[in-house]
């Protein structure tokens, strides 16, 4: 029996008394699971740019930092960042972190960083990459360029690292994103071809973020932009801002997506996300529009912005109570599908990547937001191994959990009974050597595990037999799947090294 004899408002209450009976329950989405629906999708801007660096750019961009990246991953780095402190740009530094190790800075068109990236999507549970491409990027030049290398990168990244990816415009409702797509994104780069582009409902995912956005084009142009990819056979997610649910004049372009993932960065720890996700839900629900969660670790823009608009720490992290406080509202409203906001933006600090810790990572003497601001000190991978927590609560891999579970900092290496760290773990393995007897006391019988957590700047070496003989494997970051390895080291460790 069709309701279509309630108004908004009855759908909205009807939908919340729903959640309510069903507490963590997903709700019954629009579409099945696929990549999107039902997934964890990263936004990724990828707009990192070094003087030169031998790209289309070969100069500086997007230097006014917020977080200072942890680099120490990467095999090509650059010295000389002119970054921005306290609304000042400054000259280009050349000198050291507070380790004392240079101060350097990485490039978004490099294989190699886009691999890593991948890699640590792939260690995290993080599904699906969102490549932003902002509508200025359409126009011919360096900075399209640019933007077409690191998205051929990341689609090589994605394919080697099992995800998926989609591209994303930031975009006004009459920039010339159609052609972009034709011309630049099927026809030239082939993109949609590649078998990890996603798909949803068996069609190629697109979003736009703006749609209804003031300044951003005539709600009439937005239904005409979202209906023409439509009409080529695209699935499309619609970015409004939030409270999108009660802004009648942008319905007919809300109406007209697949999808809506409305913007939410600059919420509060004030806000009661609960509601907030499941008053979105009602509408989507009510509309036949998958719904995807907009979630983000906290933000803060004084370097950029100086300290007299923009203070510092502005809406803190929490040592990441807040991205849960998000997170456990998302599953108790029933929701499914969950975009993260941002994985490598470390301008706004919204970044879940790796970056630095405490004032010994980050340029002498210099300010940056680190990790350790809210008084606890966590690792540079936190925020991603929160993610993966977070991801599996949402997909019910694991319980409602009203606090976060994640560790502040992994000391040893932990092995995991199934692949992506699920099962049974060991103790964590600090510094030492194990023999089979001694992994066994540690909680790891023989030829019992899966896969492994390795911290930063630590190498673990497994042994096929006791006693360090036959068969190994080296492993210096984490590892989730055993099978994948060469030859497969899945069920089959019985001593290990961590160095």
């Given at each position: ?21 069903c507490i963590g329950r997903p709700a019954m989405a629009a579409s099945p699971v696929g990549d999107v629906v039902g997934k964890v999708t990263v936004g990724y801007q990828g707009w ?452």
């Amino acid at each position: 029996m069709k309701i279509k004899y309630l108004n908004h408002s009855g759908l909205f209450l009807l939908a919340s008394v729903c959640s309510a009976l069903c507490i963590g329950r997903p709700a019954m989405a629009a579409s099945p699971v696929g990549d999107v629906v039902g997934k964890v999708t990263v936004g990724y801007q990828g707009w990192f740019s070094c003087a030169g660096d031998g790209s289309p750019l070969n100069s500086w961009g997007h230097d006014n930092l917020e977080t200072w990246p942890d680099v120490r991953e990467f095999t090509t780095t650059f010295s000389g960042c002119p970054f921005w402190q306290n609304g000042v740009q400054q000259a280009g530094y050349t000198g050291n972190l507070g380790n004392g190790q240079p101060a350097k800075m990485f490039l978004s068109d490099n294989q190699q960083v886009a691999n890593t990236h991948c890699l640590w999507m792939q260690q995290n549970g993080i599904d699906a990459i969102a490549l932003q491409r902002f509508g200025s990027y359409t126009s011919a030049g360096n900075t399209k360029n640019f933007h077409d290398a690191v998205d051929l990168k990341m689609m090589n990244g994605a394919q080697t690292y099992g995800r998926k990816f989609f591209i994303m415009y930031d975009c006004t409702a009459t920039d010339p994103v159609v052609n972009d797509w034709n011309n630049t994104i099927v026809a030239a780069q082939h993109l949609t071809s590649s078998s990890a582009y996603a798909k949803q409902n068996g069609k190629p995912v697109v979003c736009l973020w703006g749609v209804g956005k003031s300044g951003r084009g005539a709600t009439a142009d937005w239904v005409n932009t979202i209906n023409a990819f439509k009409n080529m056979g695209c699935y499309v997610i619609g970015g409004p801002l939030a409270g999108f649910a009660s802004d009648t004049a942008n319905f007919p372009a809300y109406n007209a997506c697949n999808m809506i993932m409305a913007w939410e960065v600059g919420k509060t720890s004030a806000t009661d996300f609960q509601s907030l996700y499941a008053n979105d839900l009602a509408y989507c629900n009510a509309h036949g529009l998958d719904y995807q969660a907009c979630t983000y670790p906290g933000t803060a823009f004084y370097n950029s912005n100086g300290g007299n608009i923009s203070p510092k720490n502005q809406i803190p992290r929490m040592h990441g109570d807040f991205m849960w406080q998000q997170f456990a509202g998302a599953k108790l409203a029933g929701v499914q599908s969950l975009y993260v906001a941002m994985f490598d933006e470390a301008n706004e600090a919204t970044s879940i990547f790796k970056c630095a810790e405490d004032s010994s990572m980050i340029p002498a003497g210099k300010y940056f937001l680190t990790l350790d601001a809210d008084g606890v000190h966590v690792s540079s991978d936190f925020y991603l191994r929160l993610v993966n927590d977070g991801g599996k609560m949402i997909k019910g891999i694991t319980g409602y959990q009203a606090t976060h579970p994640t560790p502040f900092v992994i000391s040893g290496a932990t092995f995991y009974q199934n692949t992506q760290y699920g099962g049974a773990a060991s103790q964590p393995l600090l510094v030492g050597t194990y023999t089979l007897s001694q992994l066994v006391a540690k909680g790891m019988p023989n030829d019992w595990a899966s896969s492994v957590r390795v911290p930063s700047g630590r190498t673990v070496i497994m042994y096929a037999n006791d006693n360090f003989a036959g068969t190994s494997w080296t492993r210096t970051s984490d590892t989730p799947d055993f099978t994948i390895l060469s030859p497969n080291a899945n069920d089959a460790v019985s001593s290990v090294k961590v160095q």
